[in-house]
C-alpha cells in the first residue's frame, strides 16, 4: 500500500513538474475559453436569442449559461494534451520504464490519469477566478460542490485520452485525432446551447448530443456550480470512465501485443 501511494505521489509531482515547465500550456488552456466567454459569447446570445430557462435552473445571463460548458472545454483540451505527452513518453522509451515499475498496470495507469485530473482542476479553477473577477459569479457553495463534479469529468475525460494514446502509433497522427474528437464532442454537447434548443434543429441531432458522454459531463459541472445533484448526469459519466479506462487497459495490455508493437514501430 505505502509503495503504491509513493507511486502515485512521484507521477503526480512529475506531471506537476511538467506542467510549470510548460507555462504557454496554461496560458493556452485558460485563453481559449476566456474568448469564447468574452467575446463570441455576446454573438451567441443574438444570435439565438437566448432567454435560457430550463428546468433545474433559471439562468441571468448566457454567460452564466456556457461557463460550465468551457470549464468542460478545459478539462477536454487538457485530457488530450496529457494523451500526447503519454504518446510523447512512448516514443521517448519512459513509458516503457513507468509500466515496467513493480506495481500493477492498472494502478500506474490509473495514477497517470489521476495526476492529469489534477492539472485541468487547477485550471479549471483559474478559469473560475477569472470569470468571477469579470462578474459572471456563481452561488459560493457551488463553486465547492462543483470540485468533486470538476474531479469526475476530468477523470472521465482523461480516461478517454488515455484509451486513445493507447492506438496512436505515431505522434504526427496525434493532432489530426485530436480535432477528430474535441471538435465533435464540444460542439455536438450542451456546452454553448441546451439540448432543447437543438431539438429545435433535429431530433437526430438532438440525440447525438443526448448520448454524448461529454453533455452528461458538462451537465454534471453545470447543476453542481448551482449547488445542485445530477444524479443521471453523475451515473453516465462514471460509466463513461470506467469504459474508457477499460479500454485503455486493453490497449496497454502487452499480452495484446499493442504497445509493443507501437513502440518498435
Known sequence: MRAALVALRVIVAREALRFLGQRGRFLAALVRPLVWLLVFAAGFRAALG????????????????????????ILLFNGMQSSLSLVYDREMGSMRLLLTAPQPRWWLLFCKLMAGAVISILQACAFLAIA?????????????????ALFVA?????????????????????????NFVIFPMFFLSSALYPLWKMKEAGRLLHDICAANPFTH????????????ANLPALGWTLAATAAFLALALRGYDPARGLVRRREGG
Open 50 to 73: 437566448l432567454s435560457i430557462t430550463p428546468p433545474y435552473q433559471t439562468y441571468i445571463t448566457y454567460e452564466t449559461y456556457i461557463v460550465p460548458g468551457l470549464c468542460g472545454m
Open 132 to 148: 468571477w473577477l469579470y462578474g459572471i459569479r456563481m452561488p459560493w457553495a457551488g463553486y465547492l460542490w462543483a470540485l468533486p
Open 154 to 178: 476530468a477523470l472521465m475525460l482523461g480516461a478517454l485520452g488515455l484509451a486513445l494514446s493507447s492506438f496512436i502509433r505515431q505522434l504526427e497522427n496525434f493532432a489530426g485525432v485530436m
Open 217 to 228: 459531463a458538462v451537465e454534471l459541472i453545470r447543476f453542481a456550480l448551482y449547488a445542485e
